[in-house]
């Protein structure tokens, strides 16, 4: 497979307009990937699945990471060609980490296998993702509201707590998390009933 | 080619040869009657950690260093350093819990401890008849003879044996020179309090005296060359050979001293000194170094991180950062 | 392109209203699971049957939702390790290996070689025993009383033995370490691993004697949910169920990971891709497992089990991002890993789990079958649940 | 009975009639309710320790020495667990199910005999009885599986209608050929009309080809008339979870139990009976020892009949609804029909060499048209490639 420049290039001049950033992975890995802007990811992928040159015709992985920093949620997806033996190539779409405007473009429509994929990242960073057949939650249950990946996170302890041993190493463990340790909540409960 | 209804006669004298084998094959009947008997267990076979102690049960290997508390993936090891009036830490944990209805026999409290203190035990008959306390093991239950660690893993436990024995060697060499006992007698895990010497503040010594003194008596004390030579130990990050100490030794290389008395000893040291002195004087390894490994990095800035030294605990990071501050390093 | 299922589900029910003057028969909404026999675990299938047909199916999951991947970001690298076991708690020795892989990717670690001929070998262990419990549990669905379960439970056992004796535990093995693995093999389990890959290809023999004939077995296999080429790759499936359908991909020749471009082995394809495919092509692929571990067992160098700069704790990785992936007996097991400057723990730690993955086409295979077939469908797509739901 | 009732008679000559006749009655009645249900008992223990066996596994072996006491301590267990009934289930029909499922199949046992004029009631239209009796206890799983309330249990309990109402069809025509053999629907008479031949065994009308055919649908007819594997897809564990017994606890549920196994017991009498010359055997015949030897004759081969049974189920997969009943209307009711034309064949051809070639031309040629008219195409022998 050519060189991830080339790739860029070849994608670029194939989808006019479209923002195509190359980003370096880890050194070792050797993974470079292609950042794509949120309008034209669709295209560049379907021209990535189309394109006999690639030939992407297996989406293998889709997930989220959340960069709070850079107030950004990205997507990556990993595609791998069967029917020429090659790969990955990795496409990363950004978007806000608001709710409301964290959208972006499923990829379902080209790869059935995005739809668990993207209903996961959904569920788990919030991401939401426009014309994804049916977009429910799918390892938290429906009433669930937060999304549980995201880094700013922090899980209620809202689940009947019932009191161990080992409360003190429960506590540091979660202190350094930041959590409200469940035995003040007890206590707490505790309090309101006497 | 066979006529319809070949496979199923197949598969009837498959049972049938099963059924029969059965009574004659132990192949063909494989059920181990479990109360009645039992299928030895392999020795790499692990169930739950215990820490092994040499000779009497106070002779603990484990110096509270709290390397496994950090490590242990689900949290499940509680550990609180025993003290004593003073405040000075006396190597040896006052505390150890396991929750093992959270441990889940990873064994890498294992495999992090430097001090071959803790191990993996291949008993499996645990299940106690409740939820809370019953599966809490405290320190007595933990403690097992290196007797018993022989019984369940043999061969290992001969490595680990020999292992120590050669480290104690080497210390011993090292600490030859009466110079400066005080380096190799320091960690005194093993001894108890009542063999602890420790030469009282207003005594009619200065600084050098008093080290070679405390050294001199407590390198008396016995039981002392395993502990003191486990810092070496299968130091499983590769540590940076500790420089060779100056003729004085480091006098306040003794864990037995307290904070003050430590910062005390080194006010006229250098400054990789004092902040060797502001550590806790186990040579544990916790943060990846030996204390004087680590000292050197700090002043080398190569290690930027204060926090590492986990016996030492908030005391010695809090005197870190003002050391460094004092050296406008930070 | 293949569509998607696009309709919202309420007009999904079909009701089929009888002719002239019979009465009009409903649909029944039945829940299979989350507490059923035969779903392999907690899992849910909404189905709506006319009959005793399936006109839509529904997979609900997430029952055993632990978000191991929130886990695994709060700890260290070497942390989540024996969490790995829990995914696909039949196979641990391959989850192990696939995030190994993965660090190492990462870290830009060298694996001596020793090392990697001990993973092949575990790795084809696992395989084999995966495979011999994922078609007994099959034909437990199929209604066999438990027998061939138990013949495959039978030689699961004494791999199993072998694991206890290598690392510790029957399933929760947490053998691999970053750089290599954590026990060296001594002769006495060389010699246990060439025995039992001796004696498995006679039980094997045995095993279709008792069933692969077996004219029930093919008149409820064949033809039965068939999983078409086109939307096996369009839907990301991998593993035996992507081979029955006739996908030449196999992750072992194609990134040739580890040592696999060392050793003769093929990889069997199914053509029509049905239940009965499934069967077989994982029969076949223990017969190759068998040979790739003669060859292993025979070449196994002299040398050391474990990289010597890899350190075990402070272990810190440079950073970055990559993707790991490796052929676990279910398909293709990926780590998706970020690092950030501390480098200390992932900063992004994304498993990409083959049965989640391979429930996608769950509704579109049992569609138009008897709930009978859904459950030997769901049966031959093999999943577990420790890795569905993670 | 009517032994029973003659022996009184004759050794009691002045006592009143109606209490002979009460005792009479009593006594078969009795050996029905206490030795048929000891016999389940034990055919459940005999079962779970060879498929333990075939299993590679030793089965119940801890209530006594090789758990001979494991039937009594399930049926404590069973008697002691809670009784749930489904809060919305309709009451009545979930509690008079488990009766009804017990009732027809006690009743089966009336017209089995067990030695020469050893038979509780001597109906002259046994089978006929019988076959009527077997058919009721489909109600009984219809209520369990209506009452409940449960959509697997009714699952459970249209699947057992349609199979039992369809599989009734082609046993009674096997039974039929027999009765035109025999010339009579009494169970002894039948018994009887197989008592010729070499010690009493070549008379047997599985001998005979349309015997042998007979013999194999009615098996297979009982099999699944008494939701056996692999036709047990009314209860088919791994698909609806119960089937009609989901909702059943404690003694309701042992009561579907015995029900089940006391009608696969009775069928296996029957086909014994009917095909395998009932008690008929070396040594058997009227006066005590030999009636000893017939029903030691008689239990031996129903012996026989359940252990089949428990291989079959130890070794088949089970049998998909749809398939079970093309199978049921496709082969068997065809086979049986022309069974039927063959024994009519048998009884007039002149010579029983020519009654034999005919008979076997006719059955073979019939099978071999049928397997050829029903291969759906689904079943195909594979070969599989491997990639480059």
């Known amino acids: 497979m050519e060189a991830i420049e080339k790739i860029k290039e070849l994608a670029s001049q194939a989808v006019p307009g479209a923002k195509v950033e190359i980003v370096n992975s880890a050194p070792a890995a050797a993974q470079p990937a292609l950042l794509v802007d949120r309008e034209q990811v669709f295209a560049v992928a379907r021209f990535f699945k189309e394109d006999p040159r690639f030939a992407m015709d297996f989406c293998s992985c889709v997930t989220g990471v959340d960069y709070p920093k850079v107030d950004q949620v990205e997507v990556v997806y990993h595609l791998y060609s069967i029917a020429l033996k090659h790969g990955p190539i990795v496409l990363k779409v950004r978007a806000p980490r608001e709710l409301d405007q964290c959208r972006v473009p499923s990829l379902t429509p080209l790869w059935r296998g995005c739809e668990f994929q993207e209903r996961e990242a959904y569920d788990l960073y919030g991401v939401k993702f426009d014309g994804h057949p049916d977009l429910r939650r799918i390892l938290m249950w429906d009433e669930f509201k937060d999304h549980p990946m995201r880094k700013d996170y922090a899980p209620p302890m809202d689940y009947d707590w019932e009191p161990t041993p080992h409360d003190d190493t429960l506590q540091r463990a979660m202190a350094t998390e930041g959590v409200v340790p469940p035995t003040a909540i007890v206590e707490a409960e505790k309090a309101k009933k006497k | ?330 | 392109m293949i569509q998607p299922l696009t309709e919202p589900a309420e007009n999904r029910y079909t009701l089929t209203p009888g002719p002239e003057g019979l009465i009009e028969t409903q649909t029944l909404e039945v829940s299979i699971g989350p507490q059923h026999p035969s779903t392999h675990g907690v899992f849910r299938m909404d189905c709506v049957l006319d009959g005793e047909t399936v006109v839509q199916l529904k997979p609900v999951m997430g029952y055993l939702h632990r978000n191991h991947e929130q886990l695994a970001e709060k700890m260290a690298w070497l942390g989540s390790m024996p969490y790995t076991d829990r995914l696909d708690y039949f196979n641990s020795m391959t989850n192990n290996w696939a995030y190994a892989l993965a660090v190492e990717k990462l870290a830009g670690i060298k694996v001596p070689e020793r090392a990697e001929y001990i993973r092949v070998i575990v790795a084809e262990l696992t395989r084999l025993l995966n495979h011999v419990c994922a078609i007994g549990f099959l034909l437990q669905d199929l209604g066999a009383w438990g027998t061939p379960l138990l013949y495959a439970f039978r030689e699961r056992e004494k791999i199993l033995d072998l694991f206890e004796a290598v690392s510790g535990s029957r399933m929760m093995c947490n053998y691999m370490r970053f750089g290599g693995v954590r026990v060296d093999l001594d002769d006495k389990m060389l010699t246990a691993a060439k025995e039992i890959t001796g004696r498995f290809p006679k039980f094997l023999d045995e095993f279709e004697k008792l069933l692969t004939n077996n004219e029930v077995l093919l008149a409820r296999c064949q033809r039965v949910g068939i999983l078409p080429k086109e939307l096996a790759i369009n839907a990301s499936i991998s593993g035996p169920m992507t081979r029955a359908s006739g996908v030449e991909y196999d992750i072992r020749k194609v990134d040739k990971y580890g040592l696999y471009g060392r050793f003769d082995f093929r990889i069997p394809l199914g053509d029509v891709g049905d239940v009965y495919d499934r069967y077989y092509i994982r029969v076949l692929e223990m017969r190759e497992s068998v040979k790739i571990l003669q060859q292993a067992l025979r070449d196994i160098p002299q040398g050391p089990h474990l990289a010597p700069e890899v350190k075990l704790r402070n272990f810190k990785v440079p950073t970055g991002d990559g993707y790991g992936r490796i052929e676990a007996p279910k398909g293709e097991l990926g780590f998706y890993l970020v690092s950030d400057e501390s480098g200390k723990q992932p900063y992004r730690y994304h498993v990409r789990p083959p049965s989640f993955i391979n429930l996608t086409i769950l509704e579109d295979m049992c569609l138009g079958h008897k709930v009978a077939d859904v459950i030997i469908i769901l049966g031959s797509v093999d999943i577990v649940l420790g890795e569905v739901d993670r | 009975m009517e032994t029973i009732y003659q022996l009184l008679r004759s050794t009691f000559a002045k006592a009143p009639d109606a209490v002979l006749l009460a005792i009479a009655i009593a006594i078969p009645i009795l050996f029905i309710v206490a030795v048929y249900p000891l016999i389940f008992a034990y055919t459940t223990l005999v079962e779970r320790k060879a498929l333990g066996r075939v299993q590679n596994r030793y089965g119940p072996n801890r209530v006594g020495r090789w758990g001979i006491l494991q039937p009594i301590a399930d049926g404590l267990k069973l008697m002691l667990k809670e009784d749930i009934v489904p809060r919305s289930a309709d009451k009545l029909v979930h509690f008079l199910a488990p009766v009804m499922a017990v009732i027809p199949s006690l009743l089966l046992f009336s017209v089995v005999p067990i030695a020469p004029g050893l038979v509780p009631v001597n109906l002259n239209i046994g089978i006929l009885f019988a076959f009527a009796v077997s058919t009721a206890s489909v109600l009984a799983l219809f209520m369990g599986g209506w009452a409940s309330r449960n959509k697997f249990s009714l699952l459970g309990a249209m699947r057992a209608v349609a199979q039992v109402v369809s599989y009734e069809v082609p046993m009674v025509l096997a039974a039929v050929a027999i009765v035109m053999a025999a010339g009579s629907l009494s169970t002894l008479a039948i018994v009887k009309a197989q008592s010729h031949g070499f010690a009493n065994i070549g008379g047997w009308f599985v001998w005979r080809p349309w015997g042998f055919v007979g013999f194999v649908l009615f098996t297979i007819g009982a099999m699944a008339e008494s939701a056996r594997t692999p036709f047990d897809i009314p209860e088919a564990e791994s698909e609806i979870i119960a089937g009609y017994h989901t909702e059943y606890s404690g003694f309701k549920f042992a009561l579907f139990q015995l029900g089940e196994y006391l009608a696969a017991i009775a069928m296996a009498g029957i086909t014994v009976t009917m095909f395998l010359g009932g008690y008929l055997g070396p040594g058997s015949g009227p006066g005590f020892f030999g009636g000893l030897m017939s029903a030691f004759w008689f239990f031996t081969k129903l012996g026989a009949m359940i252990l089949l049974n428990i291989w079959i189920r130890g070794t088949w997969p089970r049998v998909r609804v749809d398939q079970l009943m093309a199978f049921a209307w496709k082969v068997l009711l065809p086979m049986s029909l022309i069974n039927i034309v063959a024994v009519g064949v048998w009884q007039y051809m002149p010579s029983r060499g020519l009654a034999w070639a005919a008979t076997t031309l006719v059955l073979v040629l019939s099978f071999v048209i049928l397997s050829k008219l029903n291969a759906t195409g689904t079943i195909e022998r594979r070969t599989y490639r491997y990639a480059s």
């Not at chain 2, 709290?66 to 025993?82: A, H, N």
């Not at chain 2, 809370?132 to 043999?154: A, G, M, Q, R, T």
Request: net charge negative; glycine share 6%.
């Open chain 2, 1 to 330: 080619m066979g006529f319809l209804g070949k496979g199923l006669l197949e598969g009837m004298a498959v049972t049938a040869r099963n059924f029969v084998g059965s009574y004659f094959d132990k192949e063909r009947l494989v059920t181990v009657q479990y109360p009645e008997e039992r299928v030895e267990v392999p020795e790499n076979s692990r169930t739950f950690p215990f820490l092994v102690y040499d000779g009497t049960a106070d002779k603990m290997r484990c110096v509270a260093c709290k390397i496994c508390e950090t490590e242990c993936p689900p949290q499940c090891i509680y550990i609180v350093m025993e003290r004593d009036e003073k405040g000075k830490p006396l190597q040896r944990p006052k505390v150890f819990d396991i929750d093992i209805s959270v441990c889940m026999q990873c064994q890498i409290c294992v495999e992090v401890c430097p001090f071959e203190a803790i191990k993996m035990d291949n008993d499996y008959e645990k299940s106690q008849y409740g939820r809370f306390d019953e599966l809490v093991e405290h320190l007595p239950d933990l403690l097992k003879s290196n007797e018993y660690y022989h019984k369940v893993k043999p061969s290992e436990a001969t490595i680990v044996d020999a292992k120590l024995k050669a480290d104690a060697e080497k210390k011993a060499k090292k600490a030859a020179p009466a110079a400066k006992p005080a380096a190799a007698a320091a960690p005194i895990p093993a001894a108890a309090p009542a063999a602890r010497i420790v030469i009282p503040e207003d005594a009619p010594f200065n600084p050098e005296q008093r080290a070679w003194l405390s050294g001199f008596l407590s390198s008396l004390s016995p039981g002392v060359a395993p502990a003191a030579a486990a810092p070496q130990v299968a130091s499983t990050a590769p540590a940076t050979a500790p420089a060779e100490a100056p003729a004085g030794g480091w006098p306040w290389h003794d864990p037995g001293l307290g904070m003050a008395q430590r910062m005390d000893l080194a006010k006229t040291a250098s400054f990789a000194d004092k902040l060797m002195a502001a550590m806790a004087q186990t040579d544990c390894h916790a943060c990846g170094y030996d204390c004087r490994g680590y000292a050197d990095a700090i002043a080398g800035g190569a290690e930027a991180d204060l926090s590492l030294c986990l016996p030492g605990e908030a005391e010695t990071q809090r005197k870190l950062e003002e050391l460094m501050k004092e050296a406008g390093k930070l």
